[in-house]
């Protein structure tokens, strides 16, 4: 009997070969203890309101008014709604074409695209042309967008930063792609260094690969760091120079947990260096209402923005946007609302900053709470998270682990997360998930888990690492790396 098409020996070979670890072997162990009725902590994905985070009150007091829109002619819907939630709704109703229920353009809604052009040019300093901006399903659509876009075969490269969100090395793989790997400096902060970004293009050309673009996430996923200025030019002009595409993701900018650097956009980095650079350079930001203190992963809303892409490149990219017909129409409301949220005077604006301000605080202490408590644990190490949602602690394993993973045919740090997991009931993510340097492993957490939370948990967390360090130290022979 001959294979049939979607029998696994007969699947696209780039289907088998993509990994994505966020949703991998941990998780769905997890999963089934869940199942089994094990309490499951899931800091494996930045889901915030998953781990507790309330939704903020204004965004879903509009979108409830947009989904069931004969809300709005109940003659007390003033008695259950404010006045500028009220008059919101009606703004974007009037916007759309039928209501949420209909398509909308490909592209997006063109009021809410006008409302992204505008916080951008009022965050960036610069104007911004609605035409370049494009409403996605989450970032993560977008990002797939592009790298589909770039990539014509096994031969284009894309560096990508290492340790990195497996979004990237996934949908590299998927297209058919070359992950090009620059290591990011974790006894620097996970700083970056140009020469070697230089060295990994001069390795991969060297292999045949064509670099194309470059990927960099900033403020950091998985690990936390905040670029500067001064990072932002060098890669700009490192772009300029090596003539690649920037693609980047800044879907934590409103997650900033220090004051030394505050989140700066690439475009604004881009379009203060001038001529000829500023003309040159090819960029594509990313952004979502996944993150931040909104938090909402689960609308599905994103969008990303296009500087010094050729018009007919733009047509091409709408064409492919047209196949799916229209972004999910209420995400693309909370993304309007996002950016264009309640101003001083408004009825709603005091309660918004309470809350809004309420979660970028405890993040800011949970921040803390969570590094301070990896750093006092036996052989781990931790950076301060500047930014983002996550912990990416080293876990300096004793040779007899290493070991005792291998009889066990499992990746030393997946190992350990697994062991954490059973012990703990906490869910991370193993760090050759994200990819490191040869013989160092991590894990990472998110710091989500609700702040009253968060002391037991890095409890148990320490109880679990140092018996796990004192069954498996070799005190004779065994020093930290």
């Given at each position: 009997?001959?294979?049939?098409?979607?029998?696994?020996?007969?699947?696209?070979?780039?289907?088998?070969?993509?990994?994505?670890?966020?949703?991998?072997?941990?998780?769905?162990?997890?999963?089934?203890?869940?199942?089994?009725?094990?309490?499951?902590?899931?800091?494996?994905?930045?889901?915030?309101?998953?781990?507790?985070?309330?939704?903020?009150?204004?965004?879903?007091?509009?979108?409830?008014?947009?989904?069931?829109?004969?809300?709005?002619?109940?003659?007390?819907?003033?008695?259950?709604?404010?006045?500028?939630?009220?008059?919101?709704?009606?703004?974007?109703?009037?916007?759309?074409?039928?209501?949420?229920?209909?398509?909308?353009d490909s592209r997006g809604v063109p009021g809410i695209r006008k409302e992204v052009a505008e916080f951008?040019?009022?965050?960036?300093?610069?104007?911004?042309?609605?035409?370049?901006?494009?409403?996605?399903?989450?970032?993560?659509?977008?990002?797939?967008?592009?790298?589909?876009?770039?990539?014509?075969?096994?031969?284009?490269?894309?560096?990508?930063?290492?340790?990195?969100?497996?979004?990237?090395?996934?949908?590299?793989?998927?297209?058919?792609?070359?992950?090009?790997?620059?290591?990011?400096?974790?006894?620097?902060?996970?700083?970056?260094?140009?020469?070697?970004?230089?060295?990994?293009?001069?390795?991969?050309?060297?292999?045949?690969?064509?670099?194309?673009?470059?990927?960099?996430?900033?403020?950091?996923?998985?690990?936390?760091?905040?670029?500067?200025?001064?990072?932002?030019?060098?890669?700009?002009?490192?772009?300029?120079?090596?003539?690649?595409?920037?693609?980047?993701?800044?879907?934590?900018?409103?997650?900033?947990?220090?004051?030394?650097?505050?989140?700066?956009?690439?475009?604004?980095?881009?379009?203060?260096?001038?001529?000829?650079?500023?003309?040159?350079?090819?960029?594509?930001?990313?952004?979502?209402?996944?993150?931040?203190?909104?938090?909402?992963?689960?609308?599905?809303?994103?969008?990303?923005?296009?500087?010094?892409?050729?018009?007919?490149?733009?047509?091409?990219?709408?064409?492919?946007?047209?196949?799916?017909?229209?972004?999910?129409?209420?995400?693309?409301?909370?993304?309007?609302?996002?950016?264009?949220?309640?101003?001083?005077?408004?009825?709603?604006?005091?309660?918004?900053?309470?809350?809004?301000?309420?979660?970028?605080?405890?993040?800011?202490?949970?921040?803390?709470?969570?590094?301070?408590?990896?750093?006092?644990?036996?052989?781990?190490?931790?950076?301060?998270?500047?930014?983002?949602?996550?912990?990416?602690?080293?876990?300096?394993?004793?040779?007899?682990?290493?070991?005792?993973?291998?009889?066990?045919?499992?990746?030393?740090?997946?190992?350990?997360?697994?062991?954490?997991?059973?012990?703990?009931?906490?869910?991370?993510?193993?760090?050759?998930?994200?990819?490191?340097?040869?013989?160092?492993?991590?894990?990472?957490?998110?710091?989500?888990?609700?702040?009253?939370?968060?002391?037991?948990?890095?409890?148990?967390?320490?109880?679990?690492?140092?018996?796990?360090?004192?069954?498996?130290?070799?005190?004779?022979?065994?020093?930290?790396?």
């Open positions: 009997m001959p294979l049939k098409a979607l029998d696994y020996e007969s699947i696209n070979e780039n289907v088998k070969k993509t990994q994505y670890a966020v949703r991998g072997e941990l998780y769905l162990r997890a999963s089934e203890l869940q199942k089994e009725g094990k309490k499951i902590i899931f800091t494996n994905v930045g889901n915030p309101h998953a781990l507790g985070q309330k939704p903020l009150t204004f965004p879903r007091q509009v979108v409830a008014l947009c989904q069931a829109p004969f809300l709005l002619d109940d003659p007390n819907v003033g008695l259950l709604f404010p006045a500028d939630a009220i008059a919101r709704a009606k703004h974007y109703l009037s916007l759309t074409s039928g209501g949420l229920g209909a398509y909308s951008i040019g009022r965050r960036d300093g610069y104007p911004s042309d609605p035409e370049l901006i494009f409403l996605t399903d989450g970032a993560s659509k977008g990002v797939m967008q592009m790298l589909n876009t770039i990539i014509r075969g096994e031969g284009d490269g894309i560096l990508v930063p290492v340790p990195q969100y497996p979004l990237y090395s996934a949908a590299i793989t998927l297209f058919g792609g070359s992950l090009v790997p620059y290591y990011l400096e974790e006894t620097a902060n996970w700083g970056l260094d140009v020469d070697d970004l230089r060295q990994s293009v001069a390795q991969a050309r060297s292999k045949g690969i064509t670099v194309r673009a470059m990927v960099i996430i900033n403020p950091g996923n998985p690990t936390g760091q905040c670029l500067s200025e001064a990072n932002l030019r060098e890669i700009l002009k490192f772009c300029y120079q090596e003539n690649l595409v920037l693609l980047g993701d800044e879907v934590y900018q409103q997650n900033i947990y220090q004051d030394e650097r505050p989140f700066i956009s690439s475009r604004k980095v881009l379009l203060d260096m001038g001529p000829p650079i500023s003309k040159e350079v090819q960029l594509i930001s990313f952004h979502t209402v996944s993150k931040g203190y909104w938090g909402e992963c689960g609308q599905r809303g994103g969008y990303f923005e296009m500087t010094n892409i050729p018009p007919e490149t733009v047509d091409e990219i709408y064409k492919v946007s047209s196949i799916s017909l229209s972004p999910n129409v209420p995400a693309q409301i909370f993304l309007g609302l996002m950016v264009n949220p309640p101003r001083p005077g408004d009825i709603s604006y005091e309660q918004y900053v309470r809350e809004s301000k309420g979660i970028l605080e405890s993040l800011r202490r949970r921040a803390s709470i969570m590094t301070d408590g990896f750093n006092s644990c036996r052989n781990v190490v931790c950076n301060f998270t500047e930014g983002a949602m996550y912990s990416f602690p080293q876990i300096r394993l004793p040779p007899k682990a290493i070991e005792a993973a291998k009889r066990a045919g499992k990746v030393p740090d997946v190992f350990y997360c697994l062991k954490l997991l059973e012990a703990t009931g906490i869910s991370t993510v193993p760090g050759s998930g994200f990819g490191q340097k040869e013989g160092m492993f991590h894990l990472r957490t998110t710091i989500l888990p609700a702040e009253e939370d968060m002391p037991a948990i890095m409890e148990s967390f320490k109880k679990f690492n140092d018996e796990f360090m004192e069954q498996y130290e070799d005190h004779r022979g065994y020093s930290r790396m």
